[in-house]
């Protein structure tokens, strides 16, 4: 009998953008955590982080273009976190901050001033 492969078909409400972006947070005590963005849509994100949250903890996360959001911990596993976003960020924003991950959110956002690379 041969092996049968199961297809697992991912089903998502929203496209994601891929992206590479360093960032920083701040959890609910305060303490700064370092970030590694691995992709964004308007209702959330999917990160490498340095600690280790559990589901249900917030966090102040820095964005390219839009700056400081609301994210909640939704998942935790192996050094990769998924949060929500408190309220989605525009579209159009998502989009930016997915194409220019190099944008400094705070000087001039929005204006495409460039950040070097090693944030």
């Given at each position: 009998?041969?092996?049968?492969?199961?297809?697992?078909q991912e089903t998502r409400s929203e496209?994601?953008?891929?992206?590479?972006?360093?960032?920083?947070?701040?959890?609910?005590?305060?303490?700064?955590?370092?970030?590694?963005?691995?992709?964004?849509?308007?209702?959330?994100?999917?990160?490498?982080?340095?600690?280790?949250?559990?589901?249900?903890?917030?966090?102040?996360?820095?964005?390219p273009i839009i700056g400081e959001v609301v994210a909640?911990?939704?998942?935790?596993?192996?050094?990769?976190?998924?949060?929500?976003?408190?309220?989605?960020?525009?579209?159009?924003?998502?989009?930016?901050?997915?194409?220019?991950?190099?944008?400094?959110?705070?000087?001039?956002?929005?204006?495409?001033?460039?950040?070097?690379?090693?944030?």
């Open positions: 009998m041969p092996d049968q492969a199961m297809a697992i496209p994601r953008d891929e992206v590479m972006h360093r960032t920083r947070a701040t959890d609910g005590e305060g303490n700064g955590v370092k970030l590694v963005l691995v992709n964004v849509s308007p209702s959330g994100l999917m990160a490498r982080c340095d600690r280790d949250p559990v589901a249900g903890d917030l966090l102040r996360v820095v964005l909640q911990v939704r998942w935790s596993l192996g050094g990769r976190i998924g949060c929500s976003f408190d309220s989605t960020i525009p579209l159009k924003a998502g989009e930016v901050a997915a194409r220019h991950p190099g944008l400094d959110p705070g000087s001039r956002a929005g204006r495409g001033v460039a950040r070097g690379s090693g944030s």
